[in-house]
């Protein structure tokens, strides 16, 4: 049996519930669209038992698959903002303190 990874043991409990409703999300929507497991699991080339994990918001299942799934939902595009720079307020308001503290000019 392969040992699990310890990235997977320490998941934070909010990064495993994002999982979790991601997976009764794309679950729902392929319940929406009456969609066997079956037909799914063809589509995304998985077995059935792994479609039931990615449904369960398993951490193992690869972000290949999850992506292929947001995709054949048409919501593959939101993968792209996920981490856009321009999103990412933490890094910014550190680079403001940053060229703060070096008597950079800010233009707001």
């Known amino acids: 049996m392969p040992r699990r990874s310890e990235a997977l043991e320490s998941l934070p409990s909010a990064v495993a519930s ?5 997976g009764a999300d794309l679950a729902m929507a392929r ?3 009456k969609q ?3 037909n799914w699991a063809t589509r995304l080339n998985v ?4 479609l039931m994990k990615l449904e369960k918001g398993d951490p ?3 972000a290949g698959v999850y992506a292929t799934a947001l995709w054949m939902i048409q919501r593959h595009d939101a993968l792209a903002v ?3 720079p321009r999103l990412d307020l933490a890094a910014l308001e550190s ?4 060229a ?3 008597g950079a000019k800010i233009n707001a």
């Open 47 to 50: 077995s059935v038992p792994t």
């Open 82 to 84: 996920l981490a856009d």
């Open 36 to 38: 066997s497991l079956r």
């Open 31 to 33: 319940k929406r669209r």
């Open 95 to 98: 680079e403001v303190r940053t």
């Open 100 to 102: 703060s503290r070096r």
């Open 60 to 62: 193992t299942v690869s």
């Open 18 to 22: 994002a999982l979790t409703r991601l």
